[in-house]
């Protein structure tokens, strides 16, 4: 099973031209209750050059309303799969994208730290 294609939906973020050093994939299923806490923490973060890819399994549009309201930061994207990739098949997906010099998988019940933050 395929996602959207890499051409259907921009996710590359540029800033100065170039992609943010850090790409954070966050491939979630029915993760709707807990993903607000990751991604505030994200948010939070002192370190700024790094950007946020959700990608949502399945079609599954209670997680992908809770993700909404943080797509207003322009580090934040979000892809809703219209198809159930699996976790391995959405991963596969999100590693696919452009991304910076480093990525990071997060799940929705991990409160990252890339540096210094309040959670």
Not at 32 to 46: D, H, K, P, V, Y
Not at 90 to 110: A, D, H, K, Y
Request: hydrophobic residues 35%; glycine residues 8%; positive net charge.
């Amino acid at each position: 099973m395929r996602g959207p294609d890499r051409g259907s939906f921009p996710l590359t973020q540029k800033r100065r031209g170039l992609l943010a050093t850090i790409t954070v994939g966050m491939p979630v299923y029915r993760g709707a209750e807990q993903i607000s806490a990751g991604l505030r923490c994200l948010q939070e973060q002192t370190f700024r050059d790094f950007e946020v890819i959700i990608s949502v399994d399945g079609n599954d549009e209670a997680t992908a309303e809770a993700c909404r309201p943080f797509l207003s930061d322009n580090r934040f994207r979000m892809v809703v799969q219209h198809e159930h990739l699996d976790w391995y098949g959405n991963l596969n997906w999100l590693l696919r994208q452009p991304m910076g010099e480093f990525f990071v998988i997060v799940s929705t019940t991990t409160r990252p730290r890339l540096t210094s933050s309040k959670c």
